[in-house]
C-alpha cells in the first residue's frame, strides 16, 4: 500500500500495534505524535531552542507503535524538507535508519551536537 494524505489513517491502523490500546482515542493520541514532533521542529527552526529530549520520547513512542517501517513512511509523508535535517540525527540514534540513510540530507550540527551529549560523547 503506498502511503498517501487519503489513507494515512488505514495505513498507521494496519501497522498500529500496542497491547495497551483499548480504544480509538488511543490511537489517535498516537497518530498525533507526528504533529507534535512537526511542531518542536518548526519551534527549533523559528529560532527557538531544541527540545532533544522531548523530540526523542515522540519518536520511541512512534516507532513502538507503528514500527520503524510505518513510522518513516508516515513521518515521510508528514515532514517538510526543511525538518529532515534535524530530524535524521535521531533517527540514527535511534537506529531507526542507517548512518548512509537519506544520504541526499546534511545533518543539522546543534542536533548532532545535543545528541551526542546524551550518548556521552
Known sequence: MELTKRNLVVFAAKHYHTPKCIDSEQFFEDLKKFKYVKRLLNR???????????????????????????????????????????LKPFLIFLKAIDYDGYPEIEMDPLAVEKLREIKGI
Do not use: S
Not at 527540545?51 to 520503524?68: S, T
Open 44 to 86: 527549533y527552526l523559528d529560532g527557538g531552542d531544541l527540545p532533544d529530549r522531548l523530540i526523542l520520547n515522540h519518536l520511541i513512542v512512534i516507532f513502538n507503535v507503528f514500527g520503524i517501517y510505518a513510522g518513516l513512511k508516515i513521518l515521510e509523508l508528514k515532514m517538510g524538507p526543511e525538518h529532515w535535517p534535524i
